[in-house]
């Protein structure tokens, strides 16, 4: 598996992604809150179909920095922010 950072496009900015492995869920493309505010407007609603269909791709929208964190932290991170939704 890969830990490099990806670049998905959306209004000609690029917005960086990687794959990582979650416990019991294997691989999932996660990005940025950065991209996840630039797909969606102030009412909920996606900004186009394209923005549709990039967010179906992405898991997990995590903050900016965070994205080039240690494999192994990011997993931690991710996995107690699901674990805290289901309380």
């Known amino acids: 598996m890969t830990t490099d950072i990806e ?13 990582i492995s979650i416990c019991n869920l294997g691989e999932v ?7 996840n505010n630039a797909l969606i407007d102030f009412n909920g609603a996606y900004h186009s ?3 549709t269909q990039i967010d179906e791709r ?16 990011l ?3 991710i996995e107690n922010e699901l674990d805290d939704g289901y309380d």
Do not use: M, Q, W
């Not at 670049?7 to 794959?19: Q, S």
């Not at 493309?29 to 991209?35: D, E, G």
């Open 7 to 19: 670049f998905i496009t959306n209004a000609g900015v690029k917005y960086p992604t990687r794959y």
């Open 29 to 35: 493309l996660i990005s940025t809150t950065a991209l």
């Open 49 to 51: 179909p394209e923005a």
């Open 58 to 73: 992405i898991f997990y929208f995590i903050e900016p920095n965070d994205i080039f964190l240690d494999e192994n932290k």
């Open 75 to 77: 997993s931690y991170i």
